[in-house]
């Protein structure tokens, strides 16, 4: 995302009376230990409201109680829902949701939106979107993950379908190899975000608090 500078101008949001819902979608690459950073960052934008989706493998990598927003998991779903008359928590999280930043994308969850296929809260978020409203995704993964060519393929479709890639970038990996593979950093994700705050569409209201 090109104009992404710290002094570019974020619409005030607050000053006109709306808040910008970002849903901060995380899954299982150790990239999402920068969870915390990422949601406090988001904070920081004026306007920005921020809940985050995670994956069950996601959770091995950062603590919960260093994000300072409501991180929904798989199980509140089926908290949520117990008879046919409750909410459907996915279906409420598309409509809560202005946009959506997967952040890390790790390369099991890539296949699964490139398949369609959707078995956990945040894969049924994304087999819902609405396409006409933003959704950002930060692949990270192993090196070797990445050079493979289903990578590349998997990353077309999801373009395909209208969302957009905040590349990842070369750094020395936990796992000791240097290569491609790292999650942008977070200030250039929170540079995308702000690319995209504008007046939110009007929305059906939304059951989730
Ligand atoms: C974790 C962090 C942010 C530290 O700088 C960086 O290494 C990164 O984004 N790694 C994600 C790639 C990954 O999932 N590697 C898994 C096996 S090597």
Known sequence: PIGCTSVS???NLSSAGFTFRVLVGVTGSVAALKL??????????PGVDVRVVTTDHASHFYNVPEVPVRVY????EWEMWKTRSDPVLHIELRRWADLLVIAPLDANTLGKIASGICDNLLTCIIRAWDTSRP??????????MWQ??????????LQGFGYVEIPCISKKLVCGDEGKGAMAE???IVC???QYLQRPAEKTAAQVD
């Open 135 to 144: 959704l950002l995704f930060c692949p990270a993964m192993n090196t070797a």
């Open 192 to 194: 995308a975000v702000k």
């Open 186 to 188: 977070v200030s250039t």
């Open 9 to 11: 101008p974020a619409l």
């Open 148 to 157: 493979h060519p289903i990578t590349a393929q998997q990353v077309a479709t």
């Open 36 to 45: 915390p950073l990422l949601v406090s960052q988001l904070l920081e934008i």
């Open 73 to 76: 998991t798989d199980r509140d």
